[in-house]
Structure formats: C-alpha cells, structure tokens
C-alpha cells in the first residue's frame, strides 16, 4: 500500500505592487551593475507582511477563510531605503519610517495565525522589498527616486518551487471594502 503524504505549502501574506510600482522598482534594479547577486524575477516582486510557514491543506484553508476579518488599509509606503539583510544575503529597499496602518494590517494577520495555532516562522516586521539574493553588502550606486507603494489590502501567496527557480501565486486577495 502506498502512503500519500499530505500536501504541505508554504504561504505568506504580502502587498502585491500595481503596474506603476512595480515599474519603479525594475527601474531602481537596472540601475545596479550586471553581476550583482541573483535579481528577483519582476513578477515576483512582492512586500511580506507576514511570513505563516509550511502548513497542511486543512491550515491554509482556514487561515484563508479567516485572513478576511482582518482590517485592511489604502496605505502609500516611501520605499526610500536601500538596505541588506548580510545574513541571508539579500538587497532589499523598504521605507525610512513604516506608516502605522501598514504595521496594524502586519499586526492583524500575526494575531490570525496566533489563534490558528501557527507562530509565524519568521519576524517580518521591518516591511521591505527583496531586489535580489546573494548580495552580502550594499552595493554602490547612484542616488535613485523613492519608489512609492500605494497599497489597498493584501493578498495570501504562496511559493512554489520547480526546476526553474520559485514563482509566487496569489491565493486569495483581501482588498480594502468599499
């Protein structure tokens, strides 16, 4: 008899960019040399809100279920801060100050996963964009333009990996009510 393990995946909550940011943020990431760690793909450019791990169906289920009492926010983020994570080597570029509603929505979706039994696998709450990995410094650059953030809600991701790197899917988006 053959054993089927249970399908695990691994989600996040994260604001996804509209067309103009994301536009933004490729235009900060050309500006740096060629060579320079591995830049995330476009598509997958994304702000972690909060990162809930490996869960089982039955999880996901219910944190997607729930993700949608959450109070969710128009916020517009200054990404104005080129900055690196040395340790898991990875350029990121994030706001100088985080606007509270930002942090509430973060706060929001941690408290979800508390009740749920999950202890997010990862603290998140410094709100950034990763560029690229395997960088171990901030490279240097020339001064760029803040990318502005304009976010109205979240969206539950989850990342898959293949034989050609990771892609994001969006799973579930919680926008702002009307």
């Not at 944190?63 to 801060?81: G, K, N, Y």
């Not at 410094?126 to 502005?148: G, M």
């Amino acid at each position: 008899m053959k054993i089927v393990e249970p399908r695990v995946r691994r989600l996040f909550f994260a604001a996804l960019p509209d067309r103009e940011t994301r536009a933004g943020l490729a235009t900060v990431l050309r500006a740096f040399p060629d060579g320079i760690g591995r830049p995330v793909a476009v598509e997958n450019l994304h702000m972690t809100l909060v990162f809930v791990g490996a869960v089982n169906e039955r999880c996901a289920y219910w944190v997607r279920d729930r993700a949608d009492q959450v109070p969710r926010f128009h916020v517009d983020v200054s990404l104005d801060r080129l900055d690196c994570f040395r340790e898991a080597g990875a350029l990121w570029l994030g706001p100088t100050a985080t606007p509270q509603r930002l942090l509430e929505m973060a706060g929001g979706l941690t408290l979800l996963l508390k009740d749920c039994g999950i202890a997010p696998e990862r603290d998140d709450s410094r709100p950034h964009v990763t560029l690229a990995r395997k960088v171990y410094d901030v490279p240097a650059h020339d001064s760029f333009r803040p990318v502005v953030w304009r976010s109205s809600g979240f969206s539950l991701m989850e990342s898959i990996s293949s034989p050609r790197g990771v892609r994001y899917r969006s799973v579930q988006y919680y926008g702002v009510p009307r």
